[in-house]
């Protein structure tokens, strides 16, 4: 029989060894750098759709300092010399008593009641009402 140009002889398969090329293993670092680079992005995950949970709500503040003032819909805190003005109604949260001067931690959140837009002015009404309050802009006699 023939034989190829490969040493292999016709009807004969080739046998191809199992065996890896890399006589040393992969080492320690590679395998510690798989685990950081996976704990990295599953870290980066969970932050990416912690933030998306939370971007619909409003940002809620705080303020802490002794009551000056309660009532069944205000709370007044004094914030070093700031006095903050809270509105509460019968489903706000209250922890303890409430009573002038016991110090308290508020948390609120700011929520519009009104808006109002008002119209933006074109760029010709803005350079008209210079040229009109500008004192070069007198007419030449």
């Known amino acids: 029989m023939e034989s190829s140009s490969r040493g292999v002889h016709r009807g004969e398969r080739l046998h191809i060894s199992s065996k890896s090329l890399n006589r040393f293993g992969v080492p320690a670092f590679y ?10 992005l599953v870290a980066a995950g969970s932050i990416a759709l912690s933030g998306a949970a939370f ?16 009532d069944d819909s205000m709370i007044t805190v004094m914030k070093g010399k700031e006095k ?11 922890t303890g008593d409430l ?4 110090k308290v931690t508020i948390m609120y959140t700011m929520t ?24 070069s802009a007198s007419p030449k006699k």
């Open 31 to 40: 395998k510690l750098m798989n685990k950081r680079i996976l704990c990295s």
């Open 55 to 70: 971007a619909a709500s409003p940002s809620t503040y705080q303020v802490t300092g002794p009551i000056t003032a309660v």
């Open 84 to 94: 903050f003005e809270v509105a509460r109604d019968s489903s706000t949260k209250v």
């Open 99 to 102: 009573k002038v001067g016991e």
């Open 112 to 135: 519009a009641k009104e808006v109002e837009v008002k119209a933006a002015k074109t760029d010709k009404t803005k350079k008209d009402d210079k040229a009109a309050t500008s004192p």
